[in-house]
T-cell receptor, first 115, second 112 residues
Framework: SAVISQKPSRDICQRGTSLTIQCQVDSQVTMMFWYRQQPGQSLTLIATANQGSEATYESGFVIDKFPISRPNLTFSTLTVSNMSPEDSSIYLC????????????FGDGTRLSIL | QKEVEQDPGPLSVPEGAIVSLNCTYSNSAFQYFMWYRQYSRKGPELLMYTYSSGNKEDGRFTAQVDKSSKYISLFIRDSQPSDSATYLCAMIRGGSNYQLIWGAGTKLIIKP
């Protein structure tokens, strides 16, 4: 099965700084997604990052705060900008292999703590 | 009202018991149904993916879909302590616009 790698796996950052999270897939995919998950809670979709188009953000998330790049079919980055303690969370990328009715597959996430 | 309802638990059962996890949904447009397992400090792992009403079995796991009642279940037979995790249901609407909706997740604890 395909491997989805996220870097870094965890980080502790100072408020006001920015962090870029990388997601690498070992096969080509069209659809990629970025989620946030608070401990003990379900997943909240931040944005959809399909190659060849601008990322689509969900309500409550804006590009200035969470800029996304999708330069090719195997890679994406999510930047968390001007971080505050409220941004402390787990950030996950997921991908869909095949057509639009297929399930998502996840990396192991990035645990982010803001001091 | 949420589109997908799932009891967050925790659900605690003794080792060897049959576990039943459930989700209900309100929108009949959902066509594809999934169960994910998430261990602490890991990403969600796909367990089961089903389309039609009925049962799908994979080892100790059985996924059941009842579209007429808008109800899905995951059964775990001969539960093991290693099954302790959070189980999330998820659903995809049919059509060209991909949209996946998550349940809240149920925390399952299997006691040795």
């Amino acid at each position: 099965s395909a491997v989805i790698s996220q870097k870094p796996s965890r980080d502790i950052c100072q408020r006001g700084t920015s962090l870029t999270i990388q997601c690498q897939v070992d096969s080509q995919v069209t659809m990629m997604f970025w989620y946030r998950q608070q401990p003990g809670q379900s997943l909240t979709l931040i944005a959809t990052a399909n190659q060849g188009s601008e990322a689509t953000y969900e309500s409550g998330f804006v590009i200035d705060k969470f800029p996304i790049s999708r330069p090719n079919l195997t890679f994406s980055t999510l930047t968390v900008s001007n971080m505050s303690p409220e941004d402390s969370s787990i950030y996950l990328c997921s991908v869909v292999f095949g057509n639009s009715n297929q399930p998502q597959h996840f990396g192991d996430g990035t645990r982010l703590s803001i001091l | 009202q949420k589109e997908v309802e799932q009891d967050p638990g925790p659900l605690s059962v003794p080792e060897g018991a049959i576990v039943s996890l459930n989700c209900t949904y309100s929108n009949s447009a959902f066509q594809y149904f999934m169960w994910y397992r998430q261990y602490s400090r890991k990403g969600p792992e796909l367990l089961m993916y089903t389309y039609s009403s009925g049962n799908k079995e994979d080892g100790r796991f059985t996924a059941q879909v009842d579209k007429s009642s808008k109800y899905i279940s995951l059964f775990i037979r001969d539960s093991q302590p290693s099954d302790s995790a959070t189980y999330l249901c998820a659903m995809i609407r049919g059509g060209s616009n991909y949209q996946l909706i998550w349940g809240a997740g149920t925390k399952l604890i299997i006691k040795p």
